[in-house]
């Protein structure tokens, strides 16, 4: 009973034995309808999934997302060797970027598209249309379609008097030719270094021009401004430091008719009040005036008599400022010449007598030419 009872079993197994190839045979036909159903999808897979409108709002949501990395990989687009301002710093701190986006229609034409966007930026809404090229997909499968902008729009940054610019959060380089940008976004423009700054400026780039002009002014800051009042106040000193009525290369100086005994002195009583300002596209120094005093011993021309001076000497003070090599430097224009009541005019000796020729009495003698 043991023994058949083992039979059967077999037996029975033997009937299965005898349904494997019905069921290979079933396998396959399910598996051939699994690739034709696939196969048959792809194309609705590929416009549901993978479609123009798709893309676009797929680089749109990149954008909201200050994604730059998954933007840019959306577009079609050469190598890009000076992608500074294609980062998500550049994206992060806009302004504005678009709110509200709407893919209004997307129509297809064999390898291109054109899908027509709708969105809010900057305080209105615009419409906006995007071609698209489709590219081969992965393993054939899915084509991937890319916005195809032609060439990035680029920031053409016209900036005096810095080497870097901040876009929204990035300190980007500003070279002459400009940098391409990711597109629609507010962007902020300016800088802050140490010697000059400028305003910041506000500027959409929409695509629709392939460059944006962003002119940058710069002014100087109060750094700069402490620096230059200690290189006028060293230049003023160091001409203090003369020996002579004419300090060379100095903005002051005392003419006199009268002989001068021995060397002068030169002290700055009030150094000039330093104003940067903008003239004929040149930093310069606003006019101020000083204040210098020089002291000696002269002999009178003309009745010989030897005195003891001390004259305050007004002048004025204009130079042009440059930074080189990350140096300020101050460059003196125009001497600026002034003089004071007259050398013997306030003297120590008064002569009892003056000496008198044929023509009639001497007066006092002019001592000094006005500037």
């Given at each position: 009973?043991?023994?058949?009872?083992?039979?059967?079993?077999?037996?029975s197994a033997g009937v299965k034995e005898h349904g494997g190839p019905n069921r290979a045979r079933q396998l396959a036909i399910a598996g051939l309808l699994v690739v034709v159903l696939t196969v048959a999808s792809v194309?609705?897979?590929?416009?549901?999934?993978?479609?123009?409108?798709?893309?676009?709002?797929?680089?749109?949501?990149?954008?909201?997302?200050?994604?730059?990395?998954?933007?840019?990989?959306?577009?079609?687009?050469?190598?890009?060797?000076?992608?500074?301002?294609?980062?998500?710093?550049?994206?992060?701190?806009?302004?504005?970027?678009?709110?509200?986006?709407?893919?209004?229609?997307?129509?297809?034409?064999?390898?291109?598209?054109?899908?027509?966007?709708?969105?809010?930026?900057?305080?209105?809404?615009?419409?906006?249309?995007?071609?698209?090229?489709?590219?081969?997909?992965?393993?054939?499968?899915?084509?991937?379609?890319?916005?195809?902008?032609?060439?990035?729009?680029?920031?053409?940054?016209?900036?005096?008097?810095?080497?870097?610019?901040?876009?929204?959060?990035?300190?980007?380089?500003?070279?002459?030719?400009?940098?391409?940008?990711?597109?629609?976004?507010?962007?902020?423009?300016?800088?802050?270094?140490?010697?000059?700054?400028?305003?910041?400026?506000?500027?959409?780039?929409?695509?629709?021009?392939?460059?944006?002009?962003?002119?940058?002014?710069?002014?100087?800051?109060?750094?700069?401004?402490?620096?230059?009042?200690?290189?006028v106040r060293a230049h003023l000193d160091g001409c203090a430091t003369a020996t002579t009525l004419m300090p060379a290369g100095c903005t002051f100086g005392f003419d006199s008719v009268n002989q001068i005994l021995g060397?002068?002195?030169?002290?700055?009583?009030?150094?000039?009040?330093?104003?940067?300002?903008?003239?004929?596209?040149?930093?310069?120094?606003?006019?101020?005036?000083?204040?210098?005093?020089?002291?000696?011993?002269?002999?009178?021309?003309?009745?010989?008599?030897?005195?003891?001076?001390?004259?305050?000497?007004?002048?004025?003070?204009?130079?042009?400022?440059?930074?080189?090599?990350?140096?300020?430097?101050?460059?003196?224009?125009?001497?600026?010449?002034?003089?004071?009541?007259?050398?013997?005019?306030?003297?120590?000796?008064?002569?009892?007598?003056?000496?008198?020729?044929?023509?009639?009495?001497?007066?006092?003698?002019?001592?000094?030419?006005?500037?």
């Amino acid at each position: 009973m043991v023994g058949r009872s083992v039979t059967d079993t077999r037996g029975s197994a033997g009937v299965k034995e005898h349904g494997g190839p019905n069921r290979a045979r079933q396998l396959a036909i399910a598996g051939l309808l699994v690739v034709v159903l696939t196969v048959a999808s792809v194309p609705v897979l590929g416009m549901v999934a993978y479609g123009p409108a798709q893309t676009v709002s797929a680089y749109f949501d990149a954008l909201d997302r200050r994604d730059a990395e998954a933007a840019v990989g959306r577009l079609l687009t050469g190598e890009i060797t000076d992608g500074w301002a294609l980062t998500d710093e550049a994206l992060d701190g806009a302004p504005s970027l678009p709110t509200r986006v709407s893919v209004t229609h997307a129509e297809t034409d064999g390898d291109r598209a054109t899908a027509t966007v709708e969105y809010d930026l900057d305080g209105t809404t615009r419409t906006q249309d995007f071609s698209l090229v489709r590219t081969p997909g992965t393993w054939g499968l899915f084509p991937v379609w890319l916005i195809d902008p032609g060439t990035l729009p680029r920031m053409d940054l016209v900036v005096d008097g810095a080497s870097t610019v901040r876009i929204n959060s990035a300190d980007v380089p500003a070279p002459r030719d400009g940098l391409p940008v990711l597109y629609p976004v507010e962007y902020s423009v300016g800088f802050a270094e140490h010697y000059f700054r400028s305003g910041v400026q506000n500027t959409v780039v929409d695509g629709s021009a392939p460059e944006v002009e962003v002119r940058l002014a710069a002014e100087p800051t109060e750094d700069l401004r402490d620096e230059v009042d200690d290189l006028v106040r060293a230049h003023l000193d160091g001409c203090a430091t003369a020996t002579t009525l004419m300090p060379a290369g100095c903005t002051f100086g005392f003419d006199s008719v009268n002989q001068i005994l021995g060397d002068v002195s030169w002290e700055i009583v009030e150094y000039p009040e330093v104003r940067l300002s903008t003239e004929r596209r040149r930093l310069v120094t606003a006019p101020t005036e000083g204040v210098a005093r020089v002291s000696g011993r002269y002999r009178d021309i003309v009745t010989a008599t030897e005195s003891d001076f001390d004259e305050p000497i007004t002048f004025t003070f204009t130079a042009v400022v440059s930074v080189v090599d990350g140096e300020p430097r101050v460059e003196p224009l125009e001497a600026g010449l002034a003089s004071g009541d007259g050398l013997g005019s306030d003297s120590d000796e008064e002569p009892d007598d003056q000496p008198v020729d044929d023509e009639g009495p001497v007066d006092d003698a002019p001592v000094a030419d006005g500037p």
